[in-house]
């Protein structure tokens, strides 16, 4: 199983990078996938989280600015980024997630984003 993200680097702020996230191995229709980011010095926290139904939920820092979504024929999940601020200067993770009996979850390398003032 494979989660590869991309799309990250360096951003000025006010800037609008969209993050991808490809799947191998698994079929995400049934996952809910989120983002999750990592700052220096802090600890990992949820950005954006969908479900399988396709009901978005965000923290309140990127509600309004940020868009999750999910293309299941393609096996991908997206992160559409706005307005980006330089707080925003995290490494982002790609997430899946599904519980049934057992807890199933599978996570990206990760990607940086920098946004610069």
């Known amino acids: 199983v494979q989660l590869v993200g991309s799309g990250g680097g360096l951003v000025q702020a006010g800037g609008s990078p969209r993050l991808s996230c490809a799947a191998s191995?698994?079929?995400?229709?049934?996952?809910?996938l989120a983002w999750f980011r990592q700052a220096p010095g802090k600890q990992r926290e949820l950005v954006a989280s969908i479900t399988s139904g396709g009901s978005a939920n965000y923290a309140d820092s990127v509600k309004g600015r940020f868009t999750i979504s999910r293309d299941n024929a393609k096996n991908t999940l997206s992160l559409q980024m706005n307005s980006l601020k330089p707080e925003d200067t995290a490494v982002y993770y790609c997430n899946a997630a599904y519980s049934d009996y057992d807890l199933m979850e599978y996570w990206g390398q990760g990607t940086q984003v920098t946004v610069s003032s």
């Open positions: 191995g698994i079929i995400l229709g049934i996952y809910r």
